[in-house]
Protein backbone atom coordinates (compact mmCIF):
# COMPACT_ATOMS: atom_id res chain seq x y z
CA UNK A 1 0.00 0.00 0.00
CA UNK A 2 2.87 2.30 1.25
CA UNK A 3 4.10 2.26 -2.50
CA UNK A 4 1.08 2.78 -4.36
CA UNK A 5 0.31 5.83 -2.40
CA UNK A 6 3.62 7.44 -3.13
CA UNK A 7 2.79 6.34 -6.96
CA UNK A 8 -0.25 8.49 -6.70
CA UNK A 9 1.73 11.30 -4.62
CA UNK A 10 3.83 11.35 -7.43
CA UNK A 11 1.42 11.78 -10.51
CA UNK A 12 -0.14 14.21 -8.20
CA UNK A 13 2.80 16.02 -8.43
CA UNK A 14 3.58 15.47 -12.11
CA UNK A 15 -0.07 16.39 -12.92
CA UNK A 16 0.24 19.86 -10.53
CA UNK A 17 3.69 20.42 -12.59
CA UNK A 18 1.59 20.12 -15.98
CA UNK A 19 -0.52 22.54 -15.27
CA UNK A 20 1.11 25.03 -13.38
CA UNK A 21 -0.39 24.16 -9.46
CA UNK A 22 0.55 24.02 -6.30
CA UNK A 23 0.93 20.10 -4.98
CA UNK A 24 -0.84 21.54 -1.60
CA UNK A 25 -3.74 23.05 -3.18
CA UNK A 26 -4.92 19.16 -4.22
CA UNK A 27 -6.03 16.92 -1.59
CA UNK A 28 -5.68 13.18 -1.47
CA UNK A 29 -9.04 11.39 -0.42
CA UNK A 30 -8.85 7.53 0.57
CA UNK A 31 -12.55 6.24 -0.26
CA UNK A 32 -12.11 3.07 1.93
CA UNK A 33 -15.58 1.61 0.93
CA UNK A 34 -15.84 -2.22 1.23
CA UNK A 35 -12.59 -2.19 2.86
CA UNK A 36 -12.06 -3.37 6.93
CA UNK A 37 -10.64 -1.08 9.11
CA UNK A 38 -7.30 -2.82 9.51
CA UNK A 39 -6.55 -1.51 5.85
CA UNK A 40 -7.69 2.13 6.83
CA UNK A 41 -5.66 2.29 9.53
CA UNK A 42 -3.18 0.99 6.95
CA UNK A 43 -3.60 3.82 4.88
CA UNK A 44 -3.70 5.93 7.82
CA UNK A 45 -0.08 4.78 9.19
CA UNK A 46 1.58 5.20 5.48
CA UNK A 47 0.12 9.36 6.42
CA UNK A 48 -3.37 9.68 4.60
CA UNK A 49 -5.85 11.51 7.12
CA UNK A 50 -8.71 11.95 4.91
CA UNK A 51 -11.23 9.05 3.90
CA UNK A 52 -14.01 8.66 2.22
CA UNK A 53 -17.10 6.24 2.55
CA UNK A 54 -20.32 6.39 0.44
CA UNK A 55 -22.76 4.53 2.73
CA UNK A 56 -24.03 5.24 5.95
CA UNK A 57 -24.31 1.83 7.48
CA UNK A 58 -20.99 0.87 6.57
CA UNK A 59 -19.50 4.48 8.06
CA UNK A 60 -21.36 4.26 11.19
CA UNK A 61 -20.09 0.51 11.80
CA UNK A 62 -16.33 1.27 11.11
CA UNK A 63 -15.76 5.12 12.06
CA UNK A 64 -16.77 5.39 15.51
CA UNK A 65 -13.59 3.82 16.72
CA UNK A 66 -11.30 5.02 14.00
CA UNK A 67 -11.97 8.41 14.95
CA UNK A 68 -12.02 8.33 18.62
CA UNK A 69 -8.49 6.48 18.68
CA UNK A 70 -7.16 9.34 16.02
CA UNK A 71 -8.35 12.78 16.17
CA UNK A 72 -6.57 13.79 13.12
CA UNK A 73 -8.70 11.58 10.74
CA UNK A 74 -11.30 13.18 8.81
CA UNK A 75 -14.70 11.41 7.39
CA UNK A 76 -16.55 12.48 4.25
CA UNK A 77 -19.66 10.92 2.84
CA UNK A 78 -19.45 10.45 -0.60
CA UNK A 79 -22.52 8.64 -1.77
CA UNK A 80 -26.11 9.32 -2.17
CA UNK A 81 -27.35 10.11 1.04
CA UNK A 82 -31.42 9.20 2.52
CA UNK A 83 -33.13 11.70 4.37
CA UNK A 84 -33.52 9.45 7.32
CA UNK A 85 -30.22 8.43 7.86
CA UNK A 86 -29.44 12.13 7.99
CA UNK A 87 -29.06 12.05 11.94
CA UNK A 88 -26.50 9.28 11.79
CA UNK A 89 -24.05 10.80 9.57
CA UNK A 90 -23.86 14.11 10.78
CA UNK A 91 -22.04 13.24 13.96
CA UNK A 92 -19.27 11.34 12.39
CA UNK A 93 -18.55 13.49 8.93
CA UNK A 94 -17.06 16.85 8.69
CA UNK A 95 -18.06 17.41 5.35
CA UNK A 96 -21.17 15.76 2.87
CA UNK A 97 -19.76 15.69 -0.62
CA UNK A 98 -23.24 14.61 -2.02
CA UNK A 99 -25.74 16.79 -0.85
CA UNK A 100 -27.60 16.26 -4.25
CA UNK A 101 -31.24 17.83 -3.49
CA UNK A 102 -32.78 21.01 -1.33
CA UNK A 103 -35.04 18.62 1.09
CA UNK A 104 -31.60 16.93 2.06
CA UNK A 105 -29.86 20.51 3.25
CA UNK A 106 -33.00 20.84 4.71
CA UNK A 107 -32.60 17.67 6.56
CA UNK A 108 -28.66 18.16 7.31
CA UNK A 109 -29.37 21.68 8.87
CA UNK A 110 -31.79 20.13 11.52
CA UNK A 111 -29.92 17.04 12.12
CA UNK A 112 -26.93 19.42 12.69
CA UNK A 113 -28.50 22.25 14.58
CA UNK A 114 -29.92 19.70 17.15
CA UNK A 115 -26.31 18.92 18.19
CA UNK A 116 -24.76 22.67 17.38
CA UNK A 117 -22.03 21.46 14.30
CA UNK A 118 -21.71 22.95 11.32
CA UNK A 119 -21.28 20.64 8.55
CA UNK A 120 -19.07 21.59 4.85
CA UNK A 121 -21.20 20.52 2.10
CA UNK A 122 -20.42 20.03 -1.45
CA UNK A 123 -23.14 20.36 -4.20
CA UNK A 124 -23.01 17.13 -6.17
CA UNK A 125 -23.58 18.24 -9.99
CA UNK A 126 -24.10 16.01 -12.68
CA UNK A 127 -22.33 16.14 -15.60
CA UNK A 128 -22.12 13.39 -17.10
CA UNK A 129 -25.00 11.03 -19.39
CA UNK A 130 -24.64 7.89 -17.46
CA UNK A 131 -24.48 8.88 -14.08
CA UNK A 132 -27.57 8.93 -12.18
CA UNK A 133 -26.82 11.61 -8.79
CA UNK A 134 -26.32 15.04 -8.24
CA UNK A 135 -28.23 18.29 -9.13
CA UNK A 136 -29.44 18.20 -12.84
CA UNK A 137 -30.13 22.11 -13.34
CA UNK A 138 -28.34 25.16 -12.00
CA UNK A 139 -31.56 26.83 -10.91
CA UNK A 140 -31.81 23.87 -8.47
CA UNK A 141 -28.47 24.59 -6.94
CA UNK A 142 -29.81 28.34 -6.73
CA UNK A 143 -32.59 27.42 -5.03
CA UNK A 144 -30.95 25.52 -2.37
CA UNK A 145 -28.53 28.15 -1.81
CA UNK A 146 -31.16 30.81 -1.58
CA UNK A 147 -32.62 28.17 0.98
CA UNK A 148 -29.23 28.03 3.02
CA UNK A 149 -28.79 31.66 2.32
CA UNK A 150 -32.29 32.66 4.07
CA UNK A 151 -31.42 30.73 7.49
CA UNK A 152 -31.26 33.18 10.50
CA UNK A 153 -28.48 30.41 11.75
CA UNK A 154 -27.09 28.06 9.09
CA UNK A 155 -25.47 25.07 10.00
CA UNK A 156 -24.74 24.46 6.35
CA UNK A 157 -21.56 25.45 4.88
CA UNK A 158 -21.23 25.20 1.34
CA UNK A 159 -18.21 24.99 0.07
CA UNK A 160 -18.01 23.98 -3.33
CA UNK A 161 -19.00 20.68 -6.16
CA UNK A 162 -18.11 17.42 -6.72
CA UNK A 163 -18.64 15.03 -9.46
CA UNK A 164 -17.96 12.23 -11.13
CA UNK A 165 -16.77 12.01 -14.89
CA UNK A 166 -18.63 9.42 -16.94
CA UNK A 167 -17.37 5.81 -16.74
CA UNK A 168 -15.23 5.65 -20.10
CA UNK A 169 -11.96 5.90 -22.03
CA UNK A 170 -12.75 8.64 -23.78
CA UNK A 171 -10.39 10.90 -22.54
CA UNK A 172 -12.34 13.67 -23.88
CA UNK A 173 -15.12 12.81 -22.27
CA UNK A 174 -13.72 12.77 -18.85
CA UNK A 175 -12.51 16.15 -19.25
CA UNK A 176 -15.21 17.37 -20.86
CA UNK A 177 -17.24 16.62 -17.13
CA UNK A 178 -14.69 18.14 -15.17
CA UNK A 179 -14.73 21.36 -17.43
CA UNK A 180 -18.67 21.85 -17.14
CA UNK A 181 -18.12 21.42 -13.01
CA UNK A 182 -15.20 24.10 -13.09
CA UNK A 183 -18.03 26.30 -15.25
CA UNK A 184 -19.88 25.97 -12.97
CA UNK A 185 -18.16 26.54 -10.02
CA UNK A 186 -17.43 29.83 -11.72
CA UNK A 187 -21.05 31.01 -12.45
CA UNK A 188 -22.27 30.10 -9.43
CA UNK A 189 -19.51 32.28 -7.16
CA UNK A 190 -20.06 35.31 -9.39
CA UNK A 191 -23.51 35.44 -8.23
CA UNK A 192 -23.09 34.61 -4.82
CA UNK A 193 -20.83 36.07 -3.44
CA UNK A 194 -21.26 35.28 0.42
CA UNK A 195 -19.70 32.41 -0.23
CA UNK A 196 -16.40 30.80 -1.02
CA UNK A 197 -16.79 27.52 -3.40
CA UNK A 198 -13.21 26.88 -2.91
CA UNK A 199 -13.53 22.91 -3.23
CA UNK A 200 -14.01 21.10 -6.69
CA UNK A 201 -14.24 17.50 -5.70
CA UNK A 202 -13.10 15.32 -8.78
CA UNK A 203 -11.14 12.46 -10.22
CA UNK A 204 -10.93 8.55 -9.04
CA UNK A 205 -8.36 5.84 -9.69
CA UNK A 206 -9.21 6.20 -13.17
CA UNK A 207 -9.18 9.91 -13.94
CA UNK A 208 -7.34 11.89 -11.16
CA UNK A 209 -4.41 12.70 -13.72
CA UNK A 210 -6.97 14.96 -15.64
CA UNK A 211 -9.09 15.93 -12.95
CA UNK A 212 -6.06 17.74 -11.73
CA UNK A 213 -5.30 19.49 -15.15
CA UNK A 214 -8.84 20.63 -14.84
CA UNK A 215 -8.79 22.48 -11.57
CA UNK A 216 -9.67 19.31 -9.10
CA UNK A 217 -8.68 20.40 -5.33
CA UNK A 218 -9.83 16.99 -4.19
CA UNK A 219 -9.16 13.45 -5.81
CA UNK A 220 -11.14 10.48 -4.10
CA UNK A 221 -9.07 7.55 -4.89
CA UNK A 222 -9.88 4.27 -3.69
CA UNK A 223 -9.18 0.89 -6.27
CA UNK A 224 -5.63 2.72 -6.63
CA UNK A 225 -4.93 2.81 -2.82
CA UNK A 226 -6.59 -0.62 -1.80
CA UNK A 227 -6.61 -2.37 -4.51
CA UNK A 228 -10.07 -3.89 -5.94
CA UNK A 229 -13.04 -3.99 -3.99
CA UNK A 230 -14.87 -7.61 -3.17
CA UNK A 231 -18.30 -6.70 -3.18
C1 LIG B 1 -16.09 4.48 -5.06
C2 LIG B 1 -16.03 5.94 -5.31
C3 LIG B 1 -14.80 6.55 -5.62
C4 LIG B 1 -13.49 5.79 -5.77
O1 LIG B 1 -13.48 5.01 -6.92
P1 LIG B 1 -12.14 4.27 -7.42
O2 LIG B 1 -12.38 4.06 -8.87
O3 LIG B 1 -12.07 2.99 -6.65
O4 LIG B 1 -10.99 5.15 -7.15
C5 LIG B 1 -14.80 7.93 -5.78
N1 LIG B 1 -15.93 8.67 -5.69
C6 LIG B 1 -17.12 8.10 -5.39
C7 LIG B 1 -18.32 8.98 -5.30
C8 LIG B 1 -17.21 6.73 -5.20
O5 LIG B 1 -18.41 6.19 -4.91
Redesign the pocket.
Known amino acids: MKSRIETILQNINDACSKSNRNFSDVKLMA?S?FHPVEEILQAYNCGLKLF?E?RVQESCAKFPEILQNNTDVQLHL??SLQRNKVKNIVPLCSCI??LDRIELAKEIQKQCEKINKKMKVLFEVHTAEDSKSGFQNIDDIKTTLDYILSLKNSFLEPVGF?T?APFTENEIEIRKSFITLRDIRDKIQKEYSDFNFTELSMG???D?KIAIEEGSTLV???????GE?KY
Open positions: VKGNIGQSMMMSQYRIGTAIFR
